[in-house]
């Protein structure tokens, strides 16, 4: 996982990594502006220059943010932020367990 405890993505201060798989990496994090804790899911360095995945990524961000039920991540946020390493994270609760 790329991302050490401190590193700032727009609102969110990334606290410690939680798992990553074949489509991104997650992490907890702090939202500084609603100071909550939250998950953080990111495309990996080596896949942020793929148009493809970007676009598979954000359609999973949107698909995930239609669905409304209690067993499934609810996305609070879809932010760009200004590098190339990290296009487009998106912010989901934190449930703890």
């Known amino acids: 996982m790329s991302l050490v405890a401190g590193t700032k993505l727009g609102p ?3 606290q410690s990594p939680l798992g990553a798989g074949g ?4 992490y907890r ?3 500084t502006r609603l ?3 939250v998950a953080i899911k990111i495309l990996p ?3 942020s220059c793929d148009p493809v995945r970007k676009q598979r990524f954000e359609r999973e961000a949107k698909t995930i943010s239609s669905l409304n039920h209690p ?7 879809l932010t760009a932020l200004r590098r190339s390493w990290v296009p487009h994270p998106f912010g989901v609760w934190f449930i703890k367990g």
Do not use: K, L, N, S
Request: charged share 35%; no cysteine; aromatic share 14%.
């Open 35 to 37: 100071e909550r804790t």
């Open 29 to 31: 994090a702090r939202d």
């Open 12 to 14: 969110y201060e990334i």
């Open 71 to 77: 067993h499934i991540w609810r996305v609070d946020t």
């Open 23 to 26: 489509m991104g990496e997650v």
């Open 45 to 47: 360095a080596q896949f």
